[in-house]
């Protein structure tokens, strides 16, 4: 059982509950996202890319798949020897804090499905994107793709319950202090689980804040895998493209 202990996107993250709950993303939605984004960011076949955040490297398997070199990095363990069963020539995963900077340099990093703004310091965001910044290689360029927390606020679902394995996924979602929670109960074999995810809610305005202090330059922003103009009230991601 867990109850907002410190960093608990690393425990959650890697319970199988975490996999299950969230079994039904879109990866064709997910697969076409990358094609529309290396068109765009025009890398050529055995460019290299991080994968920051990887989980179990669904981004990671698809981009090596059509031809590049992938480096997926993420701070579960159990994530990582999942995907590591993919491994090759060209893909590999490791354990890896993304607040930190890697060991090589990449002509892209990826940072996908609001896999940001859940650390339990703040500092750590800014440190993310200063990271980010020192292992692109001179013609780089640093995708995040976060969700638009603007449309998330004005349409979150209170409270829902989902059945998946036979286990009721009993859901709360609400804000406070400038954080979008999500509470997670349910049952299994016996035992009572309770689980919470916290991501910050970050705007624009403070990413763009974040790059500043980065010395980062915002280049594009998107607001849907299709890469289309961002609009605050009906967009559902913010895609931010920097260097």
Request: aromatic fraction near 16%.
């Amino acid at each position: 059982m867990l109850k907002d202990s410190t960093m608990w996107y690393a425990s959650w993250f890697d319970t199988p509950y975490y996999h299950i709950l969230y079994k039904d993303r879109d990866h064709t939605e997910a697969q076409d996202f990358m094609d529309n984004l290396t068109n765009y960011l025009n890398l050529e076949n055995s460019e290299k890319i991080l994968d920051l955040a990887c989980g179990k490297g669904r981004h990671s398997i698809y981009l090596n798949k059509i031809g590049y070199d992938v480096t997926g990095v993420d701070l579960s363990k159990n994530s990582i020897e999942y995907a590591s069963q993919f491994e090759n020539e060209t893909l590999k995963f490791r354990v890896h804090d993304m607040c930190r900077p890697y060991s090589e340099k990449f002509s892209a990093v990826f940072n996908l499905f609001t896999s940001f703004g859940y650390f339990d310091k703040e500092e750590d965001n800014l440190n993310t994107i200063k990271a980010i910044k020192s292992d692109l290689n001179e013609r780089g360029f640093g995708v995040i793709d976060f969700m638009n927390v603007e449309y998330v606020i004005q349409n979150l679902v209170p409270k829902e319950t989902k059945e998946i394995h036979g286990i009721h996924f009993e859901i709360k979602r609400f804000v406070r202090d400038n954080y979008i929670y999500k509470e997670i109960r349910f049952r299994d074999q016996g035992e009572d689980f309770f689980f919470t995810e916290r991501v910050k809610a970050i705007t624009l305005a403070d990413f763009e804040n974040y790059f500043k202090k980065a010395e980062v330059h915002l280049l594009d922003i998107f607001g849907n895998y299709q890469l289309q103009k961002f609009n605050s009230k009906t967009s559902h991601r913010l895609i931010l493209i920097f260097k």
